[in-house]
């Protein structure tokens, strides 16, 4: 393994760690919302509403979004996987040049859970070989596959995106995005979501 690609393995942390307030943005089909997470307010209070689909939100809308988190007890975004998921022995060089390579992974067969989800994954990483981080991560779907009964999984396709690391700053997500196809009790569905990060403070 070249020692570039065994440092950015090592600093590699696919979530927001946890000393970051940060502003979210997630667009969910026509649907667009602006929220804060700040780790250091009480639970209750760690996620705040800022827009919702680009205008301030109506009282309204802050019942239902009050109503979502108290039934989506969520801390801070999660990522699909650990970097401790990946099973060395599988990686890689698919291509390189002078300032990038790119390489292709699989899982370990432990880090698939219960319902084994990772085990249907493939895992390609982009690496910035001189600033030693992954600029970028891309999950697909190997085939279809039914992790509960009556739900079929076509496709699915993820990307997470990753600034440079800085001085004062670790590499932190840019921009996530995922489209997903397939059947739930015979009936088609679809959906594309993007998620971007912005305003990242450290609290901590």
């Known amino acids: 393994m070249p020692a570039y690609l065994r440092e950015a393995l090592d600093h590699f942390n696919p979530d927001v760690p946890a000393e970051w307030a940060?502003?979210?943005t997630t667009i969910r089909n026509d649907l667009a919302i602006t929220e804060r997470f700040d780790p250091t307010q009480p639970p209750d209070?760690?996620?705040?509403?800022?827009?919702y689909n680009g205008r301030v939100p109506s009282p309204e809308d802050r019942?239902?979004?009050?109503?979502?988190?108290?039934?989506?007890?969520?801390t801070a975004s999660q990522a699909a996987f650990r970097k401790g998921d990946i099973e060395p022995g599988s990686i890689e060089l698919v291509r390189e040049d002078a300032e990038r390579a790119d390489?292709?992974?699989?899982f370990r067969a432990e880090a698939a859970g219960s319902d084994k989800m990772l085990g249907h994954l493939s895992?390609?990483?982009?690496v910035h070989k001189q600033q030693r981080h992954i600029e970028r991560f891309l999950l697909g779907?190997?085939?279809?596959?039914?992790?509960?009964?009556?739900?079929?999984?076509?496709?699915?396709?993820?990307?997470?995106?990753?600034?440079?690391?800085?001085?004062?700053?670790?590499?932190l997500p840019a921009v996530g995005?995922?489209?997903?196809?397939?059947?739930?009790?015979?009936?088609?569905?679809e959906?594309?979501?993007q998620v971007s990060y912005s305003a990242f403070t450290r609290v901590r």
């Open 45 to 51: 209070n760690r996620w705040i509403l800022l827009q």
């Open 103 to 106: 390489f292709r992974c699989s």
């Open 123 to 126: 895992l390609k990483l982009t």
């Open 22 to 24: 940060y502003t979210q």
């Open 177 to 189: 995005s995922s489209h997903f196809t397939g059947r739930i009790f015979f009936i088609g569905t």
């Open 63 to 74: 019942e239902k979004y009050r109503h979502f988190k108290e039934s989506n007890p969520t």
């Open 191 to 193: 959906e594309s979501l």
């Open 141 to 171: 779907l190997n085939e279809p596959y039914s992790p509960v009964l009556g739900v079929k999984m076509n496709t699915l396709a993820v990307e997470m995106t990753f600034s440079a690391p800085t001085a004062d700053r670790p590499s």
